[in-house]
C-alpha cells in the first residue's frame, strides 16, 4: 500500500485546512486508516482513526471538536478537516493504515506510512 498525503500549507489562527490522503496499491482489503503529527521537537502523536466502513472513528482529546476524518465511497481516500487551528496544531501531519478493521492510536499498529504534508498555524 502506497499512501499520498496533501494539502498542507500555511494558515492563521482560527482558520481551516483540509488534508487529504490517497492510497494506492493493496486497497481492497478492510483496513483502518488514521492521521498522526509531529510538532518540530516532538515525538508523532495521534490524531484521529476511521473504519474501513466509516462507522467509527477515534480523535485524540486535543482535537475533538475542531477537526473531522472522513474517507471517499470508494475508500481510497482519507480527508482531515481541520478547523479553528491553533499554533500548536503546527506539525508535519502524516497519514498511515492498517490491515483490519480494530481503531488504533498507537502508530505502532500501522503498518504503511505517507511521506507527511506539513502544516503551519501562525498567531
Known amino acids: 500500500v502506497q499512501l499520498q498525503a496533501s494539502g498542507g500549507g500555511l494558515v492563521q489562527a482560527g482558520g481551516s485546512l483540509r488534508l487529504s490522503c490517497t492510497a494506492s496499491?493493496?486497497?481492497?482489503?478492510?483496513?483502518?486508516m488514521g492521521w498522526f503529527r509531529q510538532a518540530p521537537g516532538k515525538e508523532r502523536l495521534f490524531v484521529a482513526a476511521?473504519?474501513?466502513?466509516?462507522?467509527?472513528?477515534d480523535y485524540a482529546d486535543s482535537v475533538k471538536g475542531r477537526f473531522t476524518i472522513s474517507r471517499d465511497s470508494a475508500r481510497t481516500s482519507m480527508y482531515l478537516q481541520m478547523n479553528s487551528l491553533k499554533p500548536e496544531d503546527t506539525a508535519v501531519y502524516y497519514c498511515a493504515t492498517k490491515f483490519g478493521t480494530t481503531l488504533y492510536s498507537s502508530q505502532s499498529e500501522y503498518a504503511y506510512w505517507g511521506q507527511g504534508t506539513l502544516v503551519t498555524v501562525s498567531s
Open positions: 476511521i473504519t474501513w466502513s466509516s462507522t467509527r472513528t
Open positions: 496499491g493493496r486497497t481492497f482489503a478492510p483496513y483502518v
